[in-house]
């Protein structure tokens, strides 16, 4: 582990802002204290490039977004990198290739390592399509994080005295990450009767239960309603200011402005920008990622650059590309 | 497991045919298996009929010696000389029930070929066997198996390893493409619904029966009743998508929950079909085949009948599923339903349709298989059933082009194993330790899509 | 075989994603039909409970104390529901229980299991080697066909487990029938139980003579007496106690886990290639004991633990209800002892004429085979399941 050099106040939105400020913009700029670096990422299916991305750094303490249009690969960059998939560049028995993927998670390599020593490595993540345990209790889907559980191990779980008070210990945890989450009061349901945002919230306060370094989310707001959305967003604001490095997806670019310090942009399988959100906000290659078939519009015209109407071209171009592919 | 023999009764004119089968130390010895393996092409100069039975003394494919002599004492005393023919084969006429006694004159075996003792060591020259009278509802002579176990040390330099594996050949690409009339229908059905159907396999054994009841209890011409048989097990797959499974999808229950009901109905359906038929092996077919040698091949010309109208039948529903609207329609569905729906395909219709074509072909290769291997038996479907899903799993899952190229290669396999000097009884786990092997190296099969294994 | 269509990884929504998400709507179910209070569930247990208890209270006074056919058929049945071949498979149902029922295995080669412990347990025995040994050598054999099916295909889709141990159960079978191998196996023919009989019915100490108690009469020890039936339910306890332990613990619950998404678990950080290996390890450890004792009494018959005795177990499981502490023994049960009333029943009332008794045992077969078929379509989670928990159509 690297020492932590850089002491910031992180819930001061200046001090975060410090840890990035000056950041020269362009994809695969060097960090100061990058947690993740990840270099030659390439991921095939059949003949097309999902994913192709050259190196890439996330900053610790901060929280980074990762955007781009539908089709953009940001989802099959989060499998790849939390273990979930293979990369095509990946060095295996068979395959050298000369430039092989390789990535490192807080100074340890995670080059061929499965999805579990992933997140046993501090990297944990949650899924795009929620995978709450539905026929689980939503407590018992919080014990399931929980580390290093004596009881888990086939030898002494049959002998509950040797594993009873950490179970109590974690129990309590769970309890109370329920209680910031607001499910205390469904304990005891099962978990497939919660409704999808509170899926998410469980799926995050699940993953908290695993007390990870960097904790990864897929489209967390996918599928919420709005109501949640705020209490979601205020949450995971809250973990970066307890010091927890946030990545994650999002195809909104509104939602993204609000609470991201850093922003990379992906468009069909590459980095194509990265920077503060405004910055990136106003990048050409952005607008272009975004607006892709839409190039005959007109540009110049300053209300395309409000959120409401990039949302909108979003939208559009992926109901096209959606029709498209079919 | 039920004990076949004691099971059953059997009806109509069929009387008992006691088999002794005389089996080389390489090849199976016994009911169950015997299905797909030693008995095939007999000459039957001995026709069942309510008044007589048979008793058949027949040398395994492959040690077709001649003067084998042995010793049959009947009911009443009197003993009768039998002798096998150059083909292995002696057949017995007889008319009363009660107990048999057979002894081989064991100075009458050719050098190399000997009695195999049994488990305790001891060389049994004499075996009995009991004819009884079964009551019921009508009067029937039920067989009794009786088996010798000869060892043949070196019969296999009889036929040069050249020529057997020819026949072998021979027989397994006649095996694979019965196979895959069955195959493919499961194909589809899992390629459409993602149903692994345990149940196909007794709609082989429904063709098989169905036929038999034709031909045997009503007296159908035989091609008229394998006509008939593949329509009315077509009638079964629309039956059972209409009542079952259609219901099933709409309700939302799962493939597991799906794949156990198969299992219950394919339990239901063999009882049933021993409750119907009896345990025994019927024959749908009493009359001797013709057989046609082309250099060191011997097949029956049921056989050359059977695969002729199996690659004819195979080649019209690969033309239709490539070139058909409605076999785009169910490629495209077994590509992806809800786009499939989305684009204003009826799947259910689609669905439905798969169940009738797979029955129906279930059923043609239930007819085809109970003609080539001498008979069907309640229990010839579950015999088949794994090499119809390794068929299937080699091939891909869910692609029917697949499990044609599967279906040829276990068929191969099957009938290459003993000749290539692996045990007999081996036949059909060489088939499915090959199918272990190869979802290890390649888990999607041989034309299954990579990328959609997780 | 049946193929749970893996999550489409990548942005691109595709149609399959899209019924996915609406199936998680569906999924949604009011909350009262979700609520199960340990209340109700208590009395429903009680319940339950009280309902057997008088059935077989019933049964065993009407075989005491009248004779004739129905007296007959009680006694019988009562007789099968304590057969020691009943608690055997009871057993292994156990096993399947935790590969399926917990973990979400697809074994559909639970007979091989137990052909393979009870070839295991005969062989050691018939070649003079202590009962105990014996045991662990049966305990063994199960343990290393585990790892073999599983190291290569657990890391795969869930169908890949079912194709492999049907397919390895039956290879199993025929590699025991081979008649190179009868002087180890006994071929076809299998292995005379006085072949290793011996040194268990030696452990015995409940003398010799007959007892009889109510409509059972069997000899104290014997070759199918009091003895192996006090053994094989007796293991019965110990193994549900043991598996009651192991379920409830933080293990039981990774299990749980396992079975409803293993990603999810993964991406907790757990071994989930070592929890199914586990799991399968157990359950076919637990079908190898059921296989011993299910041959106590009898011989080693290849043929008797083929795929149809898989099935049986099957059916039993989803009778008593998947995911229990107590359904497996009370599917075994009641799967046997049914089919024995149908049997009587039918051969009791529809005369000689039209079915014999022959056809009638074969109807029988018909009778469980429509039942499984209603039993999983129309209670799914069987008689002790929890309606929520085991729907098993995740």
Known sequence: MPEQTVVTDLSDPQARRALVQGIEATPGVAKPDPILTVDNIVRRFGGMTAVDVDHLEVQRGIITALIGPNGAGKTTFFNLITGFDQATSAKTMFHRPAKAAHWSFNGQSLDNTSASAVSRAGMVRTFQLTKALSRMTVLDNMMLGARGQRGEQLLFSWLQPLWGRQERQNTAKALELLDRFQLLEKKNDYAGSLSGGQRKLLEMARALMTDPTMIMLDEPMAGVNPALTQSLLRHIQDLRDEGMTVLFVEHDMHMVRHISDWVVVMAEGRVVAEGESQVVMADQAVIDAYLGAHHDTDLGDDSLLEDEALQQLAREVAEEEAGDDK | ?454 | MNEQKPPVHGDEVSPDDLVEDYEIEVDELPEELLEESTKSKTVKTLILTGVGVFVLAAMWFVATNFTGTIPNLCAQVLREALKPQTAAVAIAVIGLNIHFGFTGLLNIGQAGFMLLGAYGFAIALSNGLPIWLAVLIGLACAAVFSLLLGIPTLKLRGDYLAIVTISAAEILRYVGRLSQLGDVTGGSHGLAGSAYRGSFTDLSFFGDGRTAVGPFNYHNTGVDGWWVRAVAWATVAVVLLIVWLLVRSPWGRLLRGVREDEDAIRSLGKNVYMIKMQALLIGGSLGALGGMIYVLPTSVQPDAMGRSLTFFIWTALLLGGAATIFGPVLGAILFFSVRILIRGVTDAVVPDSIMTTQQAAQFSWVVVGVMLMLLVIFRPQGILGNKRELQFNA
């Open chain 2, 1 to 454: 497991m039920v004990d076949a023999s004691r099971l059953g009764l059997i009806r109509a004119g069929v009387t008992a045919c006691l088999a002794l089968v005389l089996a080389p130390l390489l090849l199976l010895v016994g009911h169950s298996a015997a299905y797909a393996s030693t008995v095939v092409d007999e000459p039957a100069t001995c026709t069942p009929s309510p008044e007589n039975g048979c008793l058949r003394v027949q040398l395994p494919r492959g040690v077709e010696v001649a003067g084998i002599q042995f010793l049959v004492e009947t009911p009443s005393g009197d003993t009768v000389l039998q002798e096998t023919d150059e083909q292995g084969f002696s057949i017995l006429e007889v008319t009363e029930p009660g107990e048999y006694t057979v002894t081989i004159d064991e100075s009458t075996l050719p050098p190399g070929v000997a009695i195999l003792p049994d488990a305790q060591g001891n060389v049994i020259v004499t075996r009995t066997a009991v004819l009884e009278l079964t009551e019921g509802r009508q009067a029937s002579l039920r067989p009794a198996a009786l088996n010798f176990s000869v060892r043949a040390e070196d019969y296999r330099s009889v036929t040069p390893l050249s020529e057997q594996l020819a026949q072998a050949l021979a027989s397994g690409i006649r095996l694979g493409l019965l196979l895959a009339l069955a195959s493919v229908g499961l194909s589809l059905i899992y390629g459409t619904t993602g149903l692994s159907s345990f149940s196909h396999a007794e709609q082989v054994t429904l063709g098989g029966m169905t036929a038999y009841v034709m031909v045997q209890w009503f007296g159908v011409p035989f091609l008229l009743a394998a006509v008939l048989t593949v329509i009315v097990c077509g009638a079964t797959g629309y039956l059972q998508d209409r009542v079952i499974w259609q219901p099933l999808r709409h309700r939302g229950v799962g493939l597991i929950q799906m794949m156990i009901v198969t299992i219950g109905l394919s339990l239901a359906l063999q009882y049933t079909f021993q409750v119907v038929v009896g345990a025994d092996t019927v024959r749908v077919l009493t009359t001797q085949a013709a057989t046609v040698s082309v250099g060191p091949v011997t097949l029956t010309t049921q056989s050359l009948f059977a695969m002729g109208i199996a690659v004819l039948v195979l080649s019209v529903v690969g033309f239709a599923l490539l070139r058909t609207r409605l076999g785009r329609a169910t490629r495209a569905v077994s590509d992806n339903p809800a786009l499939a729906a989305a684009s204003g395909i009826d799947v259910d219709r689609v669905i439905r349709m798969v169940w009738i074509l797979s029955t129906a072909l279930a059923g043609l290769s239930g007819v085809m298989l109970a003609l080539v291997l001498n008979g069907v038996k309640w229990n010839s479907g579950l015999q088949i059933l794994l090499l119809l899903f390794a068929a299937v799993t080699l091939g891909g899952l869910g692609t029917a082009f697949g499990a044609l190229i599967g279906a040829l290669i276990i068929g191969v396999m099957v009938e290459l194993t003993p000749v290539l000097g692996a045990p007999g009884d081996l036949k059909y786990a060489t088939a499915l330790l090959v199918l272990i092997l190869l979802l290890m190296v390649r888990p999607q099969g041989i034309l299954g899509k990579a990328q959609r294994v997780g």
